[in-house]
């Protein structure tokens, strides 16, 4: 089986981590590892999860100058990544150095993806920063852009999903956090989705944290989630 959820491992310590690791298998899910857990364990806790043989989304959101983004881009090719992220509001020059610098990797390059707008921004948020767009008009002319850029897909909402996936072909990935099974908490999220209608959507890979990872049984969620999205 040929998982479409990525688990997001935001845990606090190592230990809480390699709990809910210790009893899945690269065939139920791929695994990421964001800012808190990157920030406390570096890279060594990513090569232990590509011992275990998953594939690791490095989810660190790059947004800096060109040089800067793409140095850190190169870096997590070398740690052999399967995925890694960056702001695509870092603009198109940002994005194509980026893109760039992956070349000499070939096949084994990881898959580079664009931030639209994070999952929990809404309208008015949006209008704070100073954007009088709404977020699905931001989000297409982020994802156009990082397209433009040779970039091999986007994050968005699922909310998303289906206009882009018109628009930007069969091939663009479409990565979607802000997924919640019913009657789960949003929390931070504001743009949310269930498993199965995202799947609908047309989104690729589902990013899920919270709804598994503070679960009582995160391990039996991930299960039910999977069984949920067969035959869609
Ligand atoms: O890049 C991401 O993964 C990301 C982008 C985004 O727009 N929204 C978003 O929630 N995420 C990440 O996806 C995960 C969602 O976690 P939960 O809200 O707990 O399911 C977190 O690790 C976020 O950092």
Redesign the pocket.
């Known amino acids: 089986m040929d998982s479409k959820i990525i688990v997001?491992l935001?845990y606090e310590t190592e230990a809480e981590a390699l709990n809910l690791v210790e009893q899945i298998d690269p065939s139920l899910c791929r695994l990421?590892v964001?800012k808190e857990m990157f920030t406390t364990l570096g890279t060594n806790f990513v090569k232990q999860l590509q011992e275990r043989k998953f594939d690791v989304f490095l989810?660190l959101?790059f947004h800096d100058i060109p040089n800067t983004v793409a140095r850190a881009v190169r870096s997590a090719a070398d740690l052999g990544v399967w995925m890694v992220?960056l702001h695509a509001s870092g603009g198109l020059r940002m994005m194509e150095e980026a893109k760039n610098i992956l070349e000499p990797y070939g096949k084994d390059a990881p898959l580079l993806i664009g931030?639209t707008v994070?999952?929990?921004m809404e309208d008015l948020d949006l209008l704070q920063i100073g954007i009088n767009a709404s977020p699905m008009e931001q989000v297409i002319r982020l994802a156009h852009l990082t397209q433009r850029a040779g970039l091999d897909g986007v994050?968005c909402s699922p909310q998303e999903v289906e206009i882009l996936r018109r628009n930007l072909g069969p091939d663009f990935k479409l990565v979607t956090?802000?997924?919640r099974p019913v009657g789960a908490e949003f929390?931070d999220?504001r743009r949310v989705m269930t498993p199965s209608a995202a799947v609908r959507s047309g989104s690729d890979y589902l990013?899920?944290?919270?709804?598994i990872t503070q679960a009582e049984n995160p391990a039996e969620v991930l299960r039910s989630i999977n069984a949920s999205l067969t035959n869609i």
């Open positions: 997001a935001d990421k964001g989810d959101k992220d931030v994070l999952t929990s994050v956090p802000g997924i929390g999220q990013v899920i944290g919270r709804p």
